[in-house]
């Protein structure tokens, strides 16, 4: 049974860098069917998928256009986890952040949800 | 890439069965048999029901169906009962290893 674990702060100033961890249990990061995700939900923005890192003999990442700029997913076998960087943080980046594991185009396990609030 | 578009809330009475639509267009919903959808308690992280417009996994009640025509997909539950009253989310590939939410249905029953 797959299950993610989230951990970061909770508060972030406006202009830092938002940064959380997702550790995977019942599986792995670099898993060749699995692509490890952030999404993030705010009641202005619903559901927002933000970008993703996987591995397929080599590692690779998708962001959303709307965060391109600022987004950085990185994985870290070690540890079996991975983590969002998000630069350059505004009250429009405050919401509810959630890591999950997308299998084919659907995302079938989801972290317990961390609720970021930027803010200084 | 826009929100797909779902109905702000959408109800009905035990035993009944609702729809609910998502709306995209020609570059997301059209293009790619590539739909999901989640249901969502309060403070509860998405659940997902159904992938690939129309598929069910395992634990899934048969109660909830999707289905896709042209851009617009929708889920439909039938036999609704009172855990079912929850927020419920479309989803669909866009192209370009990038994938768009709907802006989510509260469904209650009544």
């Known amino acids: 049974q797959v299950q993610l674990q989230q951990s970061g702060p909770g508060l972030v100033k406006p202009s830092q860098t938002l940064s959380l961890t997702c550790a995977i249990s019942?599986?792995?990061?670099?898993?060749?069917?699995?692509?490890w995700n952030w999404i993030r939900q705010s009641p202005s923005r619903g559901l927002e998928w933000l970008g993703r890192?996987?591995?397929?003999?080599?590692?690779?990442?998708d962001y959303a256009v709307s965060v391109r700029s600022r987004i950085t997913i990185i994985p870290d076998t070690s540890k079996n986890q991975f983590s969002l960087q998000l630069n350059s943080v505004t009250p429009e980046d405050t919401a509810v952040y959630y890591c999950g594991r997308q299998v084919g185009h659907y995302f079938d396990c989801w972290g317990q949800g961390t609720l970021v609030t930027v803010s200084s | 890439q826009s929100a797909l578009t779902q109905p702000a809330s959408v109800s009905g009475s035990p035993g009944q069965s609702i729809t609910i639509s998502c709306t995209g267009t020609?570059?997301?919903?059209?293009?790619?048999?590539?739909v999901s959808w989640y249901q969502q308690h309060p403070g509860k992280a998405p659940k997902f029901m159904t992938y690939?417009?129309?598929k069910r996994p395992s634990g899934v009640s048969n109660r909830f169906s999707g289905s896709k025509s042209g851009n617009m997909a929708s889920l439909t539950i039938s036999g609704l009962q009172a855990e079912d009253e929850a927020d419920y989310y479309c989803c669909s590939y866009a192209g370009s290893s990038t994938w768009v939410f709907g802006g989510g249905t509260k469904l209650t029953v009544l």
């Open positions: 019942g599986d792995s990061v670099s898993s060749n069917s699995a692509a």
């Open positions: 020609s570059s997301d919903v059209g293009s790619y048999n590539l």
């Open positions: 890192t996987y591995y397929r003999s080599n590692w690779y990442n």
């Open positions: 690939e417009v129309s």
